[in-house]
């Protein structure tokens, strides 16, 4: 169940709240095979099992951009606002991939509000998004998203 926030404003006495968790996704070959054909990334290690099978994983991994790119599909799993004309991804920063995520893993992803301020005509919140790999001692993403809520 996502964090529900009534309006834009609503979200500035956010600072410091856990907005809990998406779904579980499980990462299969061919998420990684379609990720890789929208990229033009087709590195071994992501696109081909039987080389990957001996290589440094032991078996296929999702791009660390996959991992990134799934920041917008658990976000609105975690957190809705409400009573908004728009609201848009305004960016990310530190960005870092600490694990591998290897084919056949579920991920999922958290987040943790760190800032939030006024901005013309909306507000901006930075969340700090963890895409947690099951079961696995360190997460495969750590981004801080800035998104913008305009009533």
Same mark, same amino acid.
């Given at each position: @169940?996502?964090? +529900?926030? %009534?309006?834009?404003?609503?979200?500035? !006495?956010?600072?410091? +709240?856990?907005?809990?968790?998406?779904?579980?996704?499980?990462?299969? =070959? +061919?998420?990684?095979? @379609?990720?890789? !054909?929208?990229?033009? !990334?087709? =590195?071994?290690?992501?696109? &081909?099992?039987?080389?990957?099978?001996?290589?440094?994983?032991?078996?296929?991994?999702?791009?660390?951009?996959?991992?990134?790119?799934?920041?917008?599909? #658990?976000?609105? =799993?975690?957190? +809705?606002?409400?009573? *908004?004309? @728009? $609201? *848009?991804?305004?960016?990310? %920063?530190?960005?870092? #991939?600490?694990?591998? *995520?290897?084919?056949?893993?579920?991920?999922? $992803? $958290?987040? %943790? *509000?760190?800032?939030?301020?006024?901005?013309?005509? $909306?507000? =901006?919140?930075?969340?700090? @998004?963890?895409?947690?790999? %099951?079961?696995? &001692?360190?997460?495969?993403?750590?981004? !801080?998203?800035?998104?913008?809520?305009?009533?």
């Amino acid at each position: @169940m996502s964090t +529900q926030f %009534e309006t834009p404003a609503a979200l500035l !006495d956010s600072v410091g +709240q856990h907005l809990g968790y998406s779904d579980w996704l499980e990462i299969d =070959q +061919q998420r990684i095979d @379609m990720f890789a !054909d929208a990229t033009g !990334d087709h =590195q071994w290690i992501h696109v &081909d099992p039987e080389r990957a099978a001996s290589g440094p994983f032991g078996k296929t991994i999702a791009h660390g951009y996959l991992s990134l790119s799934l920041a917008n599909l #658990f976000l609105p =799993q975690i957190m +809705q606002v409400n009573n *908004v004309s @728009m $609201g *848009v991804n305004y960016g990310c %920063e530190k960005v870092r #991939f600490p694990a591998a *995520v290897p084919v056949g893993s579920r991920v999922r $992803g $958290g987040g %943790e *509000v760190i800032s939030v301020e006024e901005v013309k005509g $909306g507000v =901006q919140i930075v969340v700090r @998004m963890t895409i947690e790999i %099951e079961g696995g &001692d360190r997460p495969a993403c750590v981004i !801080d998203t800035i998104s913008r809520f305009y009533p």
